[in-house]
């Protein structure tokens, strides 16, 4: 064993390293699920709905209802990028599971263990990644959709800022991997803060994107502009939401990198970007069970992008 590995080992506390890493598993697998529907949309829309659903994975409960409110439809683009984005959902859990139960029950009082880097705590870097990726190109096709018949600089910018994100985390995958004992971590702090920030950034021009496409969209019908206010309001608030996880890890990793809380945090990352999602795929089922809703003014509605992106009432998965 290096000397580097052997002066971790005297350092090291298990309270702030292992055991954040135990907290981040349980938070993910348990607290998440009811954090995203908490927004003023799904609360106006269903009351009850967080309640129903707190202590259970909302992702499932948001698949579920995807495919609930689309069953008879065929398969399509969208439910594929759900199924995709569940496996993915479900994959990353697994890997922070085995990562906590590798150094926590598996070599229990095997002190040397604890400074190498297991194999499923790099892949869950890599499914991390994957899952920003995936949701932030959804993102991106739903701008290019909601652009036609206008111009479209705004969602090949947007598609050319992803494609830029998405190289520097494969440089962060790469550092990582080069990695073999927490100790090296800090010296791909570099790769670290540069993926957080520009996946910040993208968050940021997506959420501002759709937000003006949108505000631009309006009808004139009132309950139409009310609803198109919540969704705003909705789409910003996970922005925000995204953005601050990521500088919560920028922070405390710039702060305390010794211990693994703002690996912690990373853990819910992806969490949130994926409930996020499926949160707004699942518009149709809170517009529908919206008892202020006007449907006369939603079919009348002259926008027609507007139409099958926010109420949803033809099938959009179809057309799209």
Known sequence: MSSSAQNLITQLDIGTTFGALFIGVVIAAMFVNSFVVQSKLCISCHPNFSSRNSLF????????????????????????????????????????????????????????????????????????????????????????????????????TVGIIIIINSGIAIALIWAIYQCHVFSDLVQVQWAIYMTLATITFADIVVASSLCYLLATSRTGFSSTDSWITKLMAYIINNGCLTSVCSIAVVITCAAMPTNFIFVAIDFLLAKLYVNSFLALMNARYYAQINPDTDSSHLFHSHHGVLRSEIHMRASEDEEL
């Open 57 to 156: 994975g909302l992702s499932n409960v948001q698949t579920f209802i995807y495919f609930q409110t689309h069953k008879g439809t065929g398969m399509s683009f969208f439910k594929l990028a759900v199924i995709w984005l569940w496996i993915l959902d479900a994959l990353h859990l697994a890997s922070i599971v085995h990562c906590v139960y590798h150094y926590l029950v598996t070599n229990y009082t095997n002190v040397n263990a604890l400074v190498g880097i297991v194999w499923s705590f790099k892949l869950q870097i890599i499914v991390d990644v994957f899952i920003i990726l995936t949701v932030h190109l959804l993102y991106c096709y739903r701008i290019w959709i909601m652009s036609k018949g206008r111009s479209r600089i705004l969602p090949i």
